[in-house]
Nanobody, 120 residues
């Protein structure tokens, strides 16, 4: 069994910062790419940022220069540092991790989501 759990969401004023954390646990042999997605009210889920196991990061244009994704491979954890938050960043943020258990291929696992609300 594999679990992916996010934390760190909340309410923040425009211009503020939040740090999201996502930790994978369970039957893990290897983790490939890890990513953060978000889904705002009335919108489809969209990719925010992704990072390879080698540390190469790619961002959506809407968050470039404001968000930073990083990971700790020893802790099976990925982070999303969000700065200069805007009301349009309000969404449920989901973590996805491509995980290989012993004897399996890489399988995408999703967390349950954490709410981020940017409002004054």
């Amino acid at each position: 069994q594999v679990q992916v759990v996010e934390s760190g969401g909340g309410l923040v004023q425009p211009g503020g910062s939040l740090r999201l954390t996502c930790r994978a646990s369970g039957d893990i042999w290897r983790i490939g790419s890890m990513a953060w997605y978000r889904q705002g009210p009335g919108y489809q889920r969209e990719l925010v940022a992704t990072i390879t196991d080698g540390g190469i990061a790619v961002y959506d244009d809407s968050v470039k220069g404001r968000f930073a994704i990083s990971r700790d491979n020893a802790e099976n954890t990925v982070y999303l540092q969000m700065n200069r938050l805007r009301p349009e960043d309000t969404a449920v943020y989901y973590c996805k991790a491509d995980i290989r258990s012993l004897g399996t291929i890489l399988i995408p696992y999703w967390g349950q989501g954490t709410q981020v609300t940017v409002s004054s």
